[in-house]
């Protein structure tokens, strides 16, 4: 290893001088016996220009002459010649590599790929009292960042610090600002690492992950320079970071390439990865691999590659992930004009082609006519319908509703009613990737188990993710409103604290059962401006989670008329619902777009300013919106199961300062949201299939009612099956008539029977 160039050159030139030898003597004949000082000095130069990742995959040109410094797995046994390269790749392990030129410092491990000292390893036992802690202590305090193995993306690519039961990584050295990520299999859906009758908990690593077959793979098909542009005292800047798959990741991408390469075409795949497990990019992984995928026989399994989306974010990162390793543009067809566009893509046979959830029916309709080609199909069902509108007539018409407006029906109907229509197709697989996959999701696209329990193709779970540190626990601060007064009336009540204090900390308490939109939003302000508001370094926002539309205007004009007479300031509002809301009393029409001041598709990026902290919302942003300076959620709307989970989870993102999160609920038992977070906390498995004779249930149950009548119902549906009525204002007005008297009944009832 020369300490000078930071590579092992007496490696390097004999993986060249085997692999590229005409290459070698032309360049030779160039600089006489100089070559390898000068080689030397141009490919440090073309590294600190381009990064080590970078040269690694395209290599490097001297005076016209190229040279490969790595060759990576061919995609088939097609070309034995590129075959043959590759398994001229040499990977060395060092033990005590001594690398600086400054001191005699040493490094426990190093693994280097044809001279390259890409991994180093901090390895530590417990029997000599050190642990994995002591190696991050020692990557932060006895590691220079300025040594030239340890410069970004120069020499090295990736850190490990282990024992014998733990392992963690980063890529970036940065003294004490060094971040690692725990490099674990998970325990019991949890942290850590499953025990190992046969050795060492940590020796996947060695066994598997720092193979030379996993290592190449990794080098070139997944690690990933990702480039943020941000802003400092006015400055932007380019922000770097060298993306490593996370173990859960790189696991189920090459899980699933493993059972296509052994099963094809046809099957089903449902990974449940919580939030904070990087989804967006294990599905860039995914398909890029799905792209080039071919079987046995050397022949390519799928024509293209569909991902359905409804994140513009992805599109991006999709674009740019592939761009890194192929270096072509257009590999990536983003449809976002209309069917013909999609059409013609599909017909053309483009590599990956995104699209959105809306045109999900077209596509199975689509690929269901091109037989002699197979698809994979990636669902990210993550971040669906971030604004709560994806619409379908049928939902625009519920929406009229100001009462109630608990829309279940949601992208995963949506997607099981389009397979349902269709039925399995063989040239189709799908790949579905959720962190809370429903039931039906579940049966759809889960694995079976000898009992028929349908169960995720992979899993990271809830409950690992916030053990690792990627969420937060938002159940952790979760409070009642009734345990809530009682903790602030014991505060109010004792008589050691300061009764002037006492009342400015806490909110004034009208009842134990505030009922009144103006008594909520009392508590809710002032708990937002005596705690929230300092939390996050002052930076922390607030969400209030109404019941329906009309409740969010209510709130809205509640919540600046409080704010304004009480002269508080650093409190303003955000409303989010959508369409028009009438208030019948004042005969006013309302807007989110009027309320707000600007068009609704500026919320997102207006809400993420210091000018707004709290956002009220009626059934938008309570699913897929990513905002991490979240802290405090108030809920007055009954939630249960799946729907509880995605909204409270909108807190659970981390940033910096941010310790906790706290929720506030007017309305649901803690019991009630405890059994909606079981399913998804570990993993979620339905205990027992779909059974329709559970609806017949519920009809006799509802029947017992007598909200509305058989015959009411018969005649709805004499009008709204009959394709003879061509009258629509008609029809609509017969409707109307029809369930008018139900409407009435169920007004006639007390609230606890509604």
């Known amino acids: 290893y020369d300490r000078e160039w930071g590579i092992d050159t007496k490696t390097l030139f004999e993986f060249i001088q085997d692999t590229q030898a005409n290459e070698w003597k032309n360049l030779k004949k160039i600089h006489g016996n100089k070559v390898k000082e000068k080689f030397l000095y141009r490919l440090d130069r073309v590294i600190k220009q381009r990064g080590i990742l970078d040269v690694l995959r395209r290599g490097v040109s001297d005076y016209g002459i190229h040279f490969n410094l790595v060759y990576f797995a061919p995609a088939s046994g097609l070309n034995p010649k590129i075959m043959e390269l590759y398994n001229k790749n040499i990977l060395k392990v060092t033990r005590q590599l001594y690398y600086s030129i400054k001191n005699n410092n040493s490094l426990d491990m190093v693994l280097s790929i044809n001279g390259f000292p890409l991994v180093t390893i901090e390895l530590k036992n417990p029997l000599t009292e050190q642990t994995v802690e002591n190696a991050k202590i020692q990557y932060k305090k006895d590691r220079d960042p300025k040594e030239l193995i340890f410069q970004f993306n120069k020499r090295s690519l990736v850190h490990f610090a282990v024992d014998p039961d733990l392992a963690?990584?980063?890529?970036?050295?940065?003294?004490?600002?060094?971040?690692?990520?725990?490099?674990?299999?998970?325990?019991?859906?949890?942290?850590?690492?499953?025990?190992?009758?046969?050795?060492?908990?940590?020796?996947?690593?060695?066994?598997?992950?720092?193979?030379?077959?996993?290592?190449?793979?990794?080098?070139?098909?997944?690690?990933?320079?990702?480039?943020?542009?941000?802003?400092?005292?006015?400055?932007?800047?380019?922000?770097?970071?060298?993306?490593?798959?996370?173990?859960?990741?790189?696991?189920?991408?090459?899980?699933?390439?493993?059972?296509?390469?052994?099963?094809?075409?046809?099957?089903?795949?449902?990974?449940?990865?919580?939030?904070?497990?990087?989804?967006?990019?294990?599905?860039?992984?995914?398909?890029?691999?799905?792209?080039?995928?071919?079987?046995?026989h050397d022949k390519l399994i799928y024509d293209s590659v569909i991902v359905i989306t409804d994140r513009k974010i992805l599109d991006q990162q999709l674009q740019e992930t592939i761009y890194q390793f192929e270096h072509k543009h257009g590999v990536v067809q983003k449809i976002d004009k209309d069917s013909t566009q999609l059409a013609k893509a599909l017909e053309s046979g483009a590599k990956i082609i995104i699209t959105t959830l809306h045109k999900f029916p077209y596509v199975i309709e689509k690929v269901g006519s091109l037989p002699e080609r197979n698809y994979a199909v990636i669902i990210d069902e993550g971040h669906r319908s971030q604004s709560g509108e994806l619409a379908s007539s049928l939902k625009d018409v519920l929406a009229n509703n100001d009462q109630e407006e608990n829309h279940d029906y949601n992208y995963e109907d949506e997607i099981a009613n389009t397979l349902d229509k269709q039925g399995r197709q063989p040239n189709l697989s799908f790949f579905a990737f959720t962190a809370t996959p429903k039931a039906k999701t579940l049966e759809r696209f889960g694995v079976f188990d000898e009992e028929g329990k349908p169960h995720p193709f992979h899993l990271y779970s809830m409950r690992?993710?916030?053990?690792?540190?990627?969420?937060?626990?938002?159940?952790?601060?979760?409070?009642t409103y009734k345990t809530y007064y009682k903790v602030a009336k014991k505060i109010e009540d004792d008589p050691e604290v300061d009764k002037k204090k006492g009342t400015r900390a806490i909110a004034r308490f009208v009842s134990l059962h505030p009922h009144n939109i103006a008594q909520k939003t009392e508590i809710m302000v002032e708990h937002f401006y005596r705690v929230t508001r300092h939390k996050m370094g002052g930076k922390a926002k607030a969400m209030v989670v109404t019941s329906s539309r009309l409740h969010a205007v209510r709130y809205k004009k509640a919540f600046d008329k409080y704010i304004r007479d009480n002269g508080y300031h650093d409190v303003d509002t955000l409303v989010a619902f959508s369409g028009t809301v009438k208030e019948k009393d004042i005969d006013k029409e309302y807007t989110e777009a009027g309320m707000n001041g600007f068009p609704q598709d500026e919320l997102r990026e207006r809400f993420n300013t210091d000018e707004y902290n709290v956002l009220i919302v009626a059934n938008k942003y309570q699913t897929g919106f990513d905002q991490p300076l979240l802290h405090t959620m108030f809920v007055?709307?009954?939630?249960?199961?799946?729907?509880?989970?995605?909204?409270?989870?909108?807190?659970?993102?981390?940033?910096?300062?941010?310790?906790?999160?706290?929720?506030?609920?007017?309305?649901?038992?803690?019991?009630?949201?405890?059994?909606?977070?079981?399913?998804?906390?570990?993993?979620?498995?339905?205990?027992?299939?779909?059974?329709?004779?559970?609806?017949?249930?519920?009809?006799y149950k509802l029947d017992d009612y007598n909200i509305y009548w058989h015959l009411e119902v018969d005649k709805f549906n004499s009008v709204f099956y009959d394709p003879s009525k061509k009258d629509q204002a008609e029809a609509q007005g017969l409707l109307n008539a029809y369930i008018d008297p139900a409407v009435e009944r169920y007004k006639e009832r007390d609230e606890e029977e509604q």
Do not use: C
């Not at 498995?685 to 609806?695: A, F, G, H, R």
């Open 636 to 699: 007055d709307k009954k939630l249960s199961g799946i729907t509880a989970v995605q909204t409270l989870s909108r807190l659970n993102r981390t940033h910096k300062g941010k310790h906790d999160t706290f929720v506030l609920d007017f309305v649901n038992e803690a019991e009630e949201i405890q059994e909606a977070y079981k399913p998804y906390y570990e993993q979620t498995i339905v205990e027992e299939t779909s059974d329709p004779n559970l609806l017949y249930d519920l009809k």
């Open 464 to 479: 690992q993710a916030i053990e690792e540190g990627f969420i937060l626990d938002v159940l952790k601060n979760y409070t």
């Open 168 to 296: 963690y990584m980063t890529t970036r050295l940065a003294g004490d600002k060094t971040f690692f990520l725990p490099y674990n299999k998970g325990y019991e859906n949890g942290a850590g690492n499953p025990p190992n009758p046969e050795g060492y908990k940590t020796e996947y690593l060695w066994k598997g992950i720092w193979q030379i077959d996993s290592l190449l793979d990794i080098f070139g098909r997944f690690m990933h320079l990702k480039e943020e542009e941000k802003m400092k005292d006015g400055q932007r800047y380019v922000n770097k970071i060298m993306i490593f798959p996370r173990y859960h990741q790189l696991d189920a991408v090459r899980k699933m390439v493993a059972d296509v390469k052994e099963h094809g075409v046809g099957k089903n795949y449902l990974v449940q990865h919580s939030t904070g497990s990087g989804k967006s990019i294990t599905i860039a992984w995914l398909a890029h691999h799905f792209s080039s995928l071919h079987n046995w």
